[in-house]
């Protein structure tokens, strides 16, 4: 139904319920970023899969997150059933053919995908900070613990590194607060502790190696589709500061590594960042100007950004005003906020005189939305009231055995299953201390002239046993005792009055009463 150049959505309908044009999103504008928007149950997950689907035929590699599972069907074949023929001949899709799609499923905790791993340097400071939720002066320290990483040539790959590193900024607080401010052990601990929350939440299954290369969720097929990356984010889900964090970090990595492209004729991806709200829910405003920033500059790298959330009023005003392309489904009234999310979204649309917006949004059905795209010159065109089409794939999700099959299949399968440990921060630490340790222990045996069995005098009998077992046989003259200083005792105890240290003192005063003993 939709051209080359464009994907279609579905059929807009006129005041009187009739089949009025094809609804279609122009691929040339796929990089200006969308907003999909609606309550539970209104086809948000569907507007999403056939999205998704558009942009793979297109040659468009997608990345999203599956939040219950439902997404995972759009790596099998669809199924005629009559609600779905029914739509399609609604909004007049001839032919409504079935297909599959080139999925790549991932995990961070590597159990229904191929595992997602970061190091702590390209994670960064801001970040981990937002993730672990530290305050201001933690915030601090962490940014000097990786400053003093990055001095020493310390890489910082896993938890592991992470906290070896703190461990030793807090031995070196006094050092290391002269050169960039006061670093407090009760900090660094408060991050410790903080680390150990996030290792059981399984951040240790997330930092380390190999990490993810952006270049394995831009594949494209043999046929020219592009890959849809599909994260298995149910589980991840219960921690969701690190499923935000996660996906705010690979928008990052896409920024930083993707060259600029201006304008091109399709995207070079397509980033869907579904529950959007966890993104920005108690996010300090650094955090929130960071993703500003990236979704107003991403653009220029090919990559489309669309938000999938409930409501409207999840999205800041600074970012919303970036989304051009929209897809609005029913949304609740009953609440003076449910109400004015409702007058939100109706604002953001282009006026269409034929509907009140704002009511039509609370009198949607399910799998019907108002939609809006950029037509020439970037213009949204006036909102519509559309039906959604079916999707070509599987609707719904798909079975374990299915999953595991794909996997083992999969064009990155054996690359990311073993996790790699080299030499970081841990090991160069770990070094550094058995190597103090193993000279303090040379020094302590040099200040104790080797640690043998105590100083002796040659010549004075106790450098030799006596004879017969060390018994007096009789036959030998016994040796004549006198209180007169030998020159040798003079001379240790000129010794005795040169050492500093009273235990030292008391060490050579020793040895000298076990030599006049022997007398």
Same mark, same amino acid.
Do not use: C, H
């Given at each position: 139904m939709a051209q080359d150049d464009s994907i279609f959505i579905g059929a807009s309908r006129k005041p009187d319920d009739s089949y009025q044009r094809p609804e279609e999103l122009l691929l040339k504008y796929g990089n200006r970023h969308g907003l999909v928007t609606g309550a539970t149950g209104t086809g948000k997950t569907v507007t999403l899969q056939i999205l998704a689907e558009g942009f793979s035929n297109a040659g468009v590699p997608v990345f999203c997150a599956d939040i219950k599972g439902d997404l995972s069907g759009i790596a099998m074949m669809g199924e005629a059933k009559d609600f779905l023929t029914a739509r399609a001949e609604a909004i007049k899709l001839d032919p409504y053919d079935f297909q599959e799609f080139p999925v790549i499923f991932w995990d961070l905790f590597g159990e229904q995908g191929h595992p997602i791993r970061a190091t702590i340097s390209e994670m960064g400071p801001l970040l981990?900070?937002?993730? #672990?939720?530290?305050?201001?002066?933690?915030?601090? /320290?962490?940014n000097i613990a990786f400053r003093i990483a990055d001095e020493e040539g310390m890489l910082l790959l896993d938890m592991k590194d992470l906290q070896a590193l703190l461990a030793n900024v807090a031995e070196r607080a006094d050092e290391i607060g002269a050169r960039y401010g006061n670093v407090t052990k009760p900090s660094v601990g408060a991050i410790q502790r903080s680390l150990l929350v996030l290792e059981q939440q399984g951040g240790n299954n997330f930092?380390?190696?190999?990490?993810?290369?952006?270049?394995?969720? #831009?594949? +494209?097929t043999r046929d020219g589709r592009g890959a849809i990356n599909v994260l298995a984010a149910d589980k991840l889900m219960m921690n969701p500061r690190l499923y935000a964090t996660f996906l705010l970090w690979l928008l990052s990595e896409l920024f930083e590594v993707l060259p600029e492209v201006g304008d091109p004729d399709k995207p070079k991806l397509v980033f869907f960042f579904d529950e959007a709200h966890l993104l920005f829910d108690e996010a300090p405003k650094i955090v929130v100007d960071r993703v500003e920033q990236v979704v107003r500059l991403i653009r220029s790298k090919g990559v489309g950004v669309y938000f999938v959330t409930q409501n409207p009023l999840d999205v800041p005003e600074t970012v919303l005003a970036q989304l051009g392309n929209r897809v609005q489904h029913a949304l609740r009234?009953?609440?003076?906020?449910?109400?004015? &999310?409702?007058?939100?979204? &109706?604002?953001?649309?282009?006026?269409?005189p034929d509907f009140d917006c704002a009511k039509a949004i609370t009198q949607l059905g399910t799998g019907e939305a108002l939609v809006s795209t950029l037509e020439a010159k970037g213009v949204p065109s006036m909102v519509q009231r559309t039906l959604i089409r079916p999707p070509a794939s599987r609707l719904g999700p798909i079975t374990p055995q299915e999953r595991q099959k794909l996997i083992n299949e999969s064009p990155v399968a054996g *690359?990311?299953?073993? +996790?790699?440990?080299?030499?970081?921060?841990?090991?160069?630490? *770990?070094?550094?201390?058995l190597e103090a340790q193993k000279a303090q222990e040379q020094a302590q045996q040099a200040n104790t002239g080797?640690?043998?069995?105590?100083?002796?005098?040659?010549?004075?009998?106790?450098?030799?046993?006596?004879?017969?077992?060390?018994?007096?046989?009789?036959?030998a003259p016994?040796?004549?005792?006198?209180?007169? *200083?030998?020159?040798?005792?003079?001379?240790?105890?000129? /010794?005795?009055r040169s050492v500093g240290s009273s235990v030292g003192r008391a060490l050579v005063r020793g040895i000298l009463g076990s030599l006049k003993k022997g007398f």
């Open positions: 981990l900070s937002r993730l #672990m939720n530290l305050s201001e002066a933690q915030e601090g /320290v962490l930092f380390g190696e190999p990490a993810l290369k952006i270049a394995d969720i #831009m594949r +494209t009234a009953y609440t003076p906020r449910e109400q004015k &999310a409702v007058k939100t979204a &109706a604002d953001t649309f282009r006026p269409n *690359q990311y299953d073993e +996790t790699v440990d080299r030499e970081s921060a841990f090991e160069m630490l *770990q070094k550094k201390a080797g640690g043998g069995g105590g100083w002796t005098i040659p010549g004075f009998g106790n450098d030799a046993p006596p004879a017969s077992g060390g018994r007096n046989t009789g036959n016994r040796p004549r005792t006198s209180n007169r *200083q030998t020159v040798t005792e003079a001379a240790l105890k000129s /010794v005795v």
